[in-house]
């Protein structure tokens, strides 16, 4: 069966610190990869998308950025955390050929920027 | 930009009744809408999809209509029970690849 993993749970970083979030999924091949943030009292808003290794798609200009090394890797970094990149990020996936099922969220990581 | 209203404030329902969570969109055309359901400190849970197509979709309990005139989704609950209580999202997609969600409904059932 397909699982995916995110971490860590929580993270506390200070402003101006670097940040590097990672997604693996196992049990299936050529996932869509989705990264979405939510901010407290705010829907999920979409951050970036990857079809395949190399290929990112960005929703919203920012200072984070996403990449995908191998075909079931989704890491989020940013170079400098600002106290607006607080929330609760969630990495997804999708298979491409599964239309009829939504996406399978990973457990989330907090981020607290201090 | 496309705009995804769910009711703002929490609703309350007693156990038993029906629940109707609504889902309000403009500026856009969505061929896909899905509903999901998020408890506290954890992410969404796919619930259901329902295309531009169809008008109504059932999964046990719940139930999803779309019209596409009214640009508007319902969800209900029947039988509500207080397992149900979480927060209720929507998502809306014209190409099914990537989803644009809603702000959430907070839903409790109470005893």
């Known amino acids: 069966s397909q699982t995916i993993h995110q971490w860590p749970a929580t993270l506390v970083q200070p402003v101006g610190s670097p940040l590097s979030l990672e997604c693996t999924v196992e049990g299936t091949s050529n996932p869509n990869l989705y990264w979405y943030r939510q901010a407290a009292g705010r829907g999920l808003q979409l951050l970036f998308y990857s079809v395949g290794i190399g290929q990112i798609s960005s929703e919203v200009p920012q200072n984070l950025s996403a990449s995908r090394p191998q075909d079931r890797q989704f890491i989020l970094s940013s170079k400098k955390l600002l106290l607006s990149d607080s929330g609760f990020y969630l990495c997804?996936?999708?298979?491409?050929?599964?239309?009829?099922?939504?996406?399978?969220f990973g457990s989330g990581t907090r981020l607290t920027v201090v | 930009s496309q705009k995804i209203e769910q009711n703002s404030e929490a609703l309350n329902i007693q156990e038993g009744k029906t629940a109707t969570l609504t889902c309000n969109y403009t500026n856009y055309s969505p061929a896909y809408l899905q509903w999901y359901r998020q408890d506290p400190g954890r992410g969404p849970v796919f619930l259901l999809l329902?295309?531009?197509?169809?008008k109504e979709k059932r999964k046990e309990r719940l139930k999803v209509t779309f019209d596409t005139t009214l640009k508007q989704s319902l969800f209900h609950i029947t039988a509500s029970q207080p397992a149900d209580s979480a927060t209720y999202l929507c998502a809306l997609s014209n190409t099914g690849n990537q989803f644009y969600f809603g702000t959430g409904t907070s839903l409790t059932v109470i005893p």
């Open positions: 997804a996936w999708r298979g491409q050929s599964s239309l009829n099922y939504g996406y399978t």
């Open positions: 329902i295309r531009e197509n169809e």
